[in-house]
DNA sequence: TCCTATAGCTTAGTATTCTAAGTATATAGG
DNA sequence: CCTATATACTTAGAATACTAAGCTATAGGA
């Protein structure tokens, strides 16, 4: 190791771990989040698909079964999205015939998203879906170390959006 | 509801909680390890792209440093993306200068990757940026609670992986 | 009122990842 | 030794997501 180098290697004292331990990727939390999402998210599709549903649409149509007849903007928010993948995603969506949109004279500026009927009858189908892949991830588990996973991980969301909404008033700052 | 859709909604009885629950994504693992996972990511690559460094590429240098000089193929599986994109990422590794790839005569398919001393330097900066973004994560959690929160996460993709096999050796048969 | 800032959506261009299918090399059975 | 199968990697094409930069429409002061 360089002389120079020591000064950032110090640094990682003050730490849970010493950053070495985390380059195991075992023991990063947002390496096991990535591949609990793609396994999740691929044994999610594969039923899904038979519907014509892909795991990005299933993300949208599940908040539009929550709440139906928001704006778009309103919708990348609450599915977690940058605005440009909603419109994409949305053109799929009504192209499939899954959403319609509609705009109002109150607010030209907004576009309000519904589901269709089918898209409706279609949470019958899905949502049970969503629960069977629940149920096996969680198998072994009792109800009580569910929701204390949950209930972790909120708290890591919380943490990093705590940092994140930092950052962005900073940059405000400067902007 | 339509009466035959009640076959549907009954299945969901014998779950952990009804289909509906987990139509709130906040009730979702897939959605929470999604969260997770995108904006651990994005907070790591604000640092490292400082040195050029995406967060894929961050992924495949962190198994490097852990493990210098296996095959492509080796790599994919370690860092859990399939050889496709493996081949993309390497690419843009070597162009970037991260890392060179050599054939043996031994057995003229593989291919061994090999980081370069510059990308070895790299992990004393770079290692320390994944440990602050962890500290962040974990902000106000006991040691005993991250621990759990991991080894949760773990058993999930334990489960998720068993079901993927049970499900692969399935089209096996089929094929 | 008018000018500027903000909000809502779109377009363009790029990065990351996947599946499906293809090529080249190695291995194993007849 | 030849053919079938498996392994290692690549190519092609598509889906998903992002940032940056645009367009309208509205809102809020001067």
Redesign the interface.
């Known amino acids: 190791?360089?002389e120079g180098?020591w000064k950032?290697?110090k640094?990682?004292q003050s730490?849970?771990?010493?950053?070495?331990?985390?380059?195991?990727?075992?023991?990063?939390?947002?390496?096991?989040?990535?591949?609990?999402?793609?396994?999740?998210?691929?044994?999610?599709e594969?039923r899904t698909l038979a519907y014509d549903v892909s795991a990005g649409q299933w993300?949208f149509l599940?908040?539009l079964?929550?709440e139906d007849g928001i704006t778009q903007r309103e919708l990348s928010e609450?599915?977690?999205m940058r605005e440009p993948t909603t419109v994409v995603a949305l053109k799929g969506l009504e192209k499939a015939g899954f959403i319609t949109r509609r705009k109002t004279e109150d607010d030209r500026r907004k576009t309000f998203i519904f589901l269709t009927p089918h898209a409706k009858?279609l949470?019958?189908?899905l949502?049970?879906m969503?629960?069977?892949?629940?149920?096996?991830?969680?198998?072994?588990?009792t109800?009580e170390?569910?929701e204390?996973?949950?209930s972790?991980?909120?708290?890591?969301?919380e943490?990093?959006?705590?940092?994140?909404r930092k950052?962005a008033v900073l940059s405000d700052v400067k902007a």
Chains 1, 2 share one sequence.
């Open positions: 190791m360089a180098d950032l290697a640094k990682t730490y849970r771990h010493p950053a070495e331990f985390y380059t195991n990727p075992e023991n990063s939390i947002g390496y096991l989040a990535r591949v609990v999402f793609r396994s999740f998210s691929r044994l999610l594969r993300r599940r908040q079964w929550l609450r599915v977690g009858k949470e019958l189908t949502a049970p969503n629960a069977e892949i629940h149920e096996i991830a969680t198998r072994g588990m109800d170390e569910v204390t996973l949950q972790l991980m909120r708290r890591v969301i943490n990093l959006a705590d940092e994140t950052l």
